[in-house]
């Protein structure tokens, strides 16, 4: 019994000495895959904007740019929310940033989700960090020249 308690007890002296990892998260702050949006993203979003394929190999643009295109116009996260919540139900081609995209996968068709749902989704992408790819930037200049040219 003596064997026991001595063991017990050195395992909760070195359990209770052993220094903690820090988490990169502070105390008050979830991870994003804690976020209400994340898994209605997921369901409805990943699928086609998901991933780090190259455009070719893609059926709609990846989220990364949708989310660098409505924040480089929507400098607010209140503006770029409403503007996605408005586009998820009524894509209209007229009102696109990303004519490009538009051309190269067609619009998008609508989802028709509650705003609620709509909502958490938007905030999740201006939430988020998406991985940009490495055929972004070059994918970038090439789309600017062609602009400039027409």
């Given at each position: 019994?003596?064997?026991?308690?001595?063991?017990?007890?050195?395992?909760?002296?070195?359990?209770?000495?052993?220094p903690?990892?820090?988490?990169?998260?502070?105390?008050?702050?979830?991870?994003?895959?804690?976020?209400?949006?994340?898994?209605?993203?997921?369901?409805?979003?990943?699928?086609?904007?998901?991933?780090?394929?190259?455009?070719?190999?893609?059926?709609?643009?990846?989220?990364?740019?949708?989310?660098?295109?409505?924040?480089?116009?929507?400098?607010?996260?209140e503006?770029?929310?409403?503007?996605?919540v408005?586009?998820?139900?009524?894509?209209?081609?007229?009102?696109?940033?990303?004519?490009?995209?538009?051309?190269?996968?067609?619009?998008?068709?609508?989802?028709?989700?509650?705003?609620?749902?709509?909502?958490?989704?938007?905030?999740?992408?201006?939430?988020?960090?998406?991985?940009?790819?490495?055929?972004?930037?070059?994918?970038?200049?090439?789309?600017?020249?062609?602009?400039?040219?027409?």
């Amino acid at each position: 019994m003596y064997k026991v308690l001595l063991f017990l007890t050195i395992v909760t002296l070195w359990y209770a000495c052993t220094p903690k990892q820090k988490s990169n998260v502070a105390d008050n702050e979830k991870p994003l895959t804690d976020h209400p949006g994340y898994t209605l993203y997921k369901t409805y979003c990943i699928a086609c904007h998901g991933g780090t394929a190259k455009p070719q190999e893609r059926v709609a643009p990846p989220a990364f740019m949708v989310q660098k295109h409505y924040k480089s116009r929507y400098t607010n996260k209140e503006d770029f929310v409403k503007a996605v919540v408005n586009w998820i139900n009524q894509p209209d081609s007229a009102k696109s940033l990303m004519p490009g995209a538009i051309r190269h996968f067609n619009l998008m068709p609508p989802l028709n989700l509650p705003v609620e749902q709509r909502q958490q989704i938007a905030e999740y992408l201006y939430d988020t960090r998406f991985t940009e790819p490495a055929w972004a930037q070059e994918h970038m200049r090439q789309e600017r020249r062609r602009m400039n040219r027409q």
